[in-house]
């Protein structure tokens, strides 16, 4: 009985047994020594400005294409007789040069016809001058008052001038017909593609094939309407544009000029597009040596100058939060200072008439900064106070 009771009571009395450690413990225990928590100061890292005078330019983007390109049609029909080497795709062409000649028989034989034709309304109108002349001179006693015009045969004179000029008008046409027949091309330029083999039969207004131009380039760049704000004008023809490309795997510079806005805002990107100049694009006039041709449809971006203003400063983007930045002074503390933003972009940003030469700016995130607090700047050096050991405090205590 007493067994079982004691078995009963035993978890009981290890409770207990814990307990009373637990308490044994907890009241022998020493407080922990009290220290004075030193006071964090950040480190941050500081840039140091300069005001200068810059152009504000202007980043965009665009895809070279020509300032003219046509469709070479047909004016008259035929067989094509035979077609230039040149006349290719990427094909170089000179103005004038014969690309295609189509069959010219017929155009020479309604030549002919037409030359017959004007002999024939030439000779009758010689002979019409010469009936008049013998009216006036069987008319010159004529004592009743004037001659009558039919008599004189001045109706029949202006017929046969008439005919003359109808026939000199069909020969002009026959002659322009027959020039036709030969397909040139009416500017220097690059065949973009040609539609028509040798032998094939075109009819009037067939397409025969594309020319670019290649006199001058243009590129449509893209800004926000207010973005045009930092240009000097729109309409300035010194307006330079700085195009970079990458062929050849390098990067190619060119230099250009905006020639006009478009003045419409684009419904869909609610962009407003100027348009640059590139003149000689494919070097065919003044070829620089190392310098690639701006290829059509090469994509670039470009850099238009802005108008320049002066005391400007410019930082990294994230320096500035709610139009202040951080300066640091020449004992290491903070004063948050409101800035006048002039301009941004993704990563820059411009400040005008807010700093002084050297001045300091941190550039490490802002969040925690305060005006008035105390900082170390990162890389500097700090100075430090000598410490006294315990026998040289004693010595001083002593004298």
Do not use: C
Request: aromatic share 4%; charged share 20%; glycine share 6%.
């Amino acid at each position: 009985m007493i067994t079982t009771i004691l078995r009963r009571l035993s978890p009981l009395l290890i409770i207990a047994v814990f307990a009373a450690a637990a308490m044994l413990l907890i009241s022998t225990q020493e407080a922990p020594e009290q220290k004075d928590e030193p006071i964090s100061v950040p480190i941050i890292d500081v840039q140091t400005v300069t005001p200068q005078t810059l152009s504000l330019n202007l980043p965009s983007y665009g895809v070279v294409s020509p300032k003219y390109k046509t469709q070479l049609v047909t004016e008259v029909q035929g067989r094509l007789l035979s077609i230039s080497a040149n006349f290719v795709a990427g094909g170089v062409v000179k103005q004038g040069e014969q690309l295609a000649i189509i069959e010219p028989s017929d155009y020479e034989a309604d030549l002919i016809q037409a030359e017959a034709t004007v002999a024939q309304a030439t000779a009758a109108l010689n002979e019409e001058k010469a009936r008049g002349i013998v009216a006036k001179i069987e008319f010159k006693d004529f004592g009743k008052g004037l001659p009558p015009e039919l008599g004189l045969r001045i109706p029949q004179l202006k017929k046969e001038q008439a005919n003359v000029k109808y026939a000199e008008a069909a020969l002009a046409r026959a002659q322009r017909n027959l020039a036709r027949t030969v397909i040139r091309a009416p500017f220097d330029g690059i065949i973009k593609a040609r539609n028509v083999d040798l032998g094939q039969y075109v009819t009037l207004g067939t397409n025969l094939g594309e020319l670019y131009d290649t006199s001058i380039a243009e590129i449509r760049l893209p800004l926000t309407n207010e973005d045009l704000a930092y240009l000097e004008s729109v309409d300035n023809p010194e307006t330079a544009v700085t195009l970079t490309a990458l062929l050849a795997g390098k990067q190619v510079t060119w230099q250009g000029n905006i020639v006009r806005s478009e003045n419409v805002i684009d419904e869909k990107t609610r962009m407003v597009y100027l348009v640059a100049e590139i003149h000689d694009p494919y070097l065919r006039n003044n070829k620089i040596e190392g310098q690639l041709p701006l290829k059509y449809g090469s994509f670039v971006n470009a850099v238009i100058t802005g108008r320049t203003v002066s005391d400007v400063v410019k930082l990294p983007r994230h320096v500035v939060r709610n139009g202040q930045v951080a300066v640091v002074s020449a004992d290491n503390i903070i004063e948050m200072r409101s800035v006048n933003v002039i301009r941004s972009d993704v990563d820059t940003i411009y400040i005008q008439g807010s700093f002084k030469a050297n001045e300091r700016v941190s550039t490490t995130s802002i969040n925690n900064l305060n005006s008035g607090q105390a900082i170390k700047v990162l890389g500097e050096k700090t100075q430090t106070a000598p410490v006294e050991t315990d026998t040289e405090a004693a010595t001083t205590a002593g004298e």
